[in-house]
């Protein structure tokens, strides 16, 4: 069992930014991957941005160049700077957790206004 507990949503202008982290707690594999999702109201669940143990990142295209994930292996923790943005970034952002099982955090909020 894995427990995942993230931190850093909120309310921001557009233009702005915020740095989300998620700590990783209980049965932690050594190879595993962890990073961001998100949901926007009326849209699907879709990856922002993920990195692995070995430091391998996969991001969204719609967050490319402006979003940066980064990841602590010491700590179990991954972090999302995210910078520029728009009330499209607008979403509960859920923390992630992967090796053989699939565990999620409970979600943050990250809201921009215009």
């Known amino acids: 069992q894995v427990q995942l507990v993230e931190s850093g949503g909120g309310l921001v202008q557009a233009g702005g930014s915020l740095r989300l982290s998620c700590a990783a707690s209980?049965?932690?594999?050594?190879?595993?991957?962890m990073g961001w999702y998100r949901q926007a109201p009326g849209k699907q669940r879709e990856l922002v941005a993920v990195?692995?143990?070995?430091?391998?990142?996969n991001y969204a295209d719609s967050v490319k160049g402006r979003f940066t994930i980064s990841r602590d292996n010491a700590k179990n923790t991954v972090y999302l700077q995210m910078n520029s943005l728009n009330p499209e970034d607008t979403a509960v952002y859920y923390c992630?957790?992967?090796?053989?099982?699939?565990?999620w955090g409970q979600g943050t909020q990250v809201t921009v206004s215009s």
């Open positions: 990195i692995s143990s070995g430091g391998y990142t």
């Open positions: 209980g049965s932690i594999f050594r190879f595993n991957v």
């Open positions: 992630s957790y992967r090796d053989n099982v699939h565990y």
